[in-house]
Nanobody
C-alpha cells in the first residue's frame, strides 16, 4: 500500500485554473497506477482521470476531457491534476488513488489506497 496526501484545492473564480497535487509515501511509487476521482455535493464519487506507471498512457472521463490534464513525477513521487477553465460544475472533493499494477482502470473498486481529498470550490 501507499499513503497519499492531496493538496492544491481551494476557492477559485470560474475561468481560473488549479493544479492539484498528490504526494505519495514510500519508495515504490513507480509501481502504481494513479487515478483521480471526485465527489460533488449530493452525487456519487466519479472517475476523473488515470495514468500509468511511467506517464505514457492516460485516460479521462468525457466530462473533463480537454480541460483536465493528469501527470506524474516519479522522482518526486507525486501525481498532478491540472484543471483549466474551471466551471462551477467542477466543485467537488477531489481524491487521488493508487493501484498496484500496470493496467489502467476507471473503477474505484480497483484502487486500494486513497487520499483524504482536497476541496475545490468554483465561484461564479
Amino acid at each position: 500500500q501507499v499513503q497519499l496526501v492531496e493538496s492544491g484545492g481551494g476557492l477559485v473564480q470560474a475561468g481560473g485554473s488549479l493544479r492539484l497535487s498528490c504526494a505519495a509515501s514510500g519508495r515504490t511509487f513507480s509501481n502504481y497506477v494513479m487515478g483521480w476521482f471526485r465527489q460533488a455535493p449530493g452525487k456519487e464519487r466519479e472517475f476523473v482521470a488515470v495514468i500509468n506507471w511511467n506517464g505514457g498512457s492516460t485516460y479521462y472521463a468525457d466530462s473533463v476531457k480537454g480541460r483536465y490534464t493528469i501527470s506524474r513525477d516519479n522522482a518526486k513521487t507525486t501525481v498532478y491534476l491540472q484543471i483549466n477553465t474551471l466551471k462551477p460544475e467542477d466543485t467537488a472533493v477531489y481524491y487521488c488513488a493508487a493501484r498496484r499494477g500496470s493496467w489502467l482502470s476507471t473503477s474505484e473498486r480497483d484502487f486500494s489506497s486513497w487520499g483524504q481529498g482536497t476541496q475545490v470550490t468554483v465561484s461564479s
